[in-house]
């Protein structure tokens, strides 16, 4: 049902890199299209019949699955689905084009309905950057912000102010399946090195800090979050995990005391596609400024 807040009639899309869970999107018009995953016994949907785990198992029994965007058709029943449900208007935040493709299938796909009127953004970031992207903009359509101020401004304005970095425990699969990007290549494993990585303003991966030991993680992250958020009176803040979800809540805790004043404090867990680049001990934090 159609909210009484939301008179335009605007129903949000996004893909499953924007790691939204279930609970994150009831009652909310937030549309997924899965990317899909080739393993060695088949092909599969991310978030509908494989997630993080599956990919981390398959990774420790020396298996290395590839990443596809999502199925065509699929977007179209999508977009098909949400005019169903009586939308007229959708607002689509997907995947970094410097990592994927499905932004600008999805533009083309857009392009060509009649039936709605589709913008699309190249989020130039993935996980918990797409994700409280699409939850804030959720906010601003239920505070009733309009058509022409999300689209003109508000999203731009939210992509531009979302600040997500991420620790990874190795760089073996970033390498392997060539999305290491502007990743500095370092002997990590060996030496205990943890980098810590962002998006460019290409939307390609680049490193931003680099620390020993998992104990330090947690420190540089609070680190970066508090620079990119300065002098900044409104915010949100999102943490993330894959496959460190103690670890998440401890950065969670620590990131409510040392960041007060937040509007809203959102998490996640990585999903399968990103898992495939990534691997598991994922730990993430991100702030989005408002003002």
């Known amino acids: 049902m ?28 937030i549309y997924v299209v899965p990317l899909r995953i080739r393993c060695r016994d088949r092909e599969y949907s991310d978030g509908v019949d494989i997630f993080a785990s599956d990919i981390y198992r398959r990774q420790g029994l020396g298996e290395l699955p590839q990443t596809s965007l999502p199925d065509f058709f699929d977007v179209g029943r999508t977009l098909s689905q949400i005019a169903a449900d009586g939308y007229k208007k959708v607002i689509a935040v997907h995947l970094s084009s410097g990592l994927s493709g499905t932004y600008n299938m999805i533009r083309l796909q857009g392009e060509s309905r009649e039936d709605l009127e589709v913008k699309v953004f190249d989020s130039v970031s993935g996980a918990l950057g797409i994700g409280i992207t699409i939850l804030q903009l959720w906010e601003d359509i239920q505070g009733g912000m309009g058509w022409r101020e999300l689209v003109d401004r508000r999203v731009p304005g939210l992509i531009a102010g979302t600040f997500p970095f991420f620790s990874v425990d190795t760089l073996e699969y970033l390498a392997k399946g060539g999305r290491i ?46 620079k990119a958020l300065g002098e900044h009176k409104r915010f949100n803040l999102a943490v993330a995990n894959g496959g460190a979800a103690e670890e998440m809540a401890q950065l969670r805790a620590r990131m409510e005391t040392a960041f007060p004043g937040f509007d809203h404090f959102w998490e996640g867990e990585l999903d399968a596609t990103l898992s495939v680049y990534i691997g598991s001990g994922v730990l993430g934090a991100g702030v989005q400024v408002l003002d």
């Open 181 to 226: 990007g502007k990743v500095t290549a370092m002997a990590g494993t060996m030496l205990n090195i943890k980098p810590l990585i962002t998006f460019a303003g290409d939307g390609q991966l680049q490193s931003v800090a680099k620390v020993r030991g998992r104990r330090a993680v947690q420190d540089k992250l609070i680190e970066l979050v508090g």
């Open 2 to 29: 159609i909210s009484l807040s939301n008179p335009e009639k605007i129903a949000l899309l996004t893909d499953s890199c924007a790691d939204l869970t279930p609970a994150a999107r009831a009652g909310k018009a």
